[in-house]
């Protein structure tokens, strides 16, 4: 079946570094994506990830392993505005429409 | 970049009525538009896909008869809620993705919608 699994909650503080990791399980693959969401807020794109490494974007960083079904996002230097949903989502290549499964999505709470 | 737009953004109806929300790609043609209700603290699910000319397709256990989507033109699609009840109460979200084949999908800010 498809799953995708993230943390429920984590937990920073405010100018630190934190990692969010996001496994997957899904029949075919054609890239992992990075959305921000805040509360009573629509999703925002952050970042995209078909081939395995790193991809860098400010203070934001996401990082792929194809054979390990495993990738992570990376944020540097919190800010309190950082504070929000962050959803892990892949792109199903044996669907037509390229639909994403999404996983639940990790709160972050920034602390000062 | 690309901005979608939807219409409205809080709408409170009574149990029984019908609601529609709109959803529209401002600066470009959206070939596929995907639906998408979240509950409090749940994630993203998917209602139906939906291209443009077409039926659109549903999600297991969403029925299409109760959640009527129209996508006429590669700029607009709609969403209906029938005949609403109070468990319909939730926020929709729709997104849009312009050529085939592109990654990223563009949200709308999606619509809070209250049953009562």
């Known amino acids: 079946g498809q799953n995708i699994d993230q943390p429920t909650e984590m937990t920073a503080t405010e100018g630190a570094i934190v990692q969010i990791n996001c496994t997957y399980q899904t029949s075919g693959f054609n890239g992992l994506f990075w959305y921000q969401q805040h509360a009573g807020e629509a999703p925002t794109f952050l970042s995209y990830?078909?081939l395995d490494g790193l991809e860098e974007k400010g203070r934001f960083s996401s990082f792929l392993s194809r054979s390990k079904g495993y990738s992570y996002l990376l944020l540097k230097e919190l800010q309190m505005k950082d504070s929000a949903s962050y959803l892990c989502a892949v792109r199903d290549r044996d669907n037509s429409n390229y639909q994403l499964i999404w996983g639940a999505g990790t709160k972050l709470i920034i602390k000062p | 970049g690309a901005v979608v737009s939807q219409h409205p953004s809080r709408v409170i109806c009574k149990s029984g009525t019908s609601v529609k929300i709109e959803c529209r790609s401002l600066d470009f043609q959206a070939t596929t538009m995907f639906w998408y209700r979240q509950f409090p603290k749940k994630s993203l699910m998917l209602m139906a896909t939906s291209n443009e000319g077409s039926k659109a397709t549903y999600e297991q256990g969403v029925e299409k008869d109760k959640f009527l989507i129209n996508h006429a033109s590669l700029t607009l699609s709609t969403l209906t809620v029938t005949s609403a009840h109070p468990e319909d109460s939730s926020f929709y979200i729709c997104s849009a993705t312009g050529l085939a084949g592109e990654y990223e999908q563009y949200f709308g800010p999606g619509t809070r919608l209250t049953v009562t």
């Open positions: 990830n078909v």
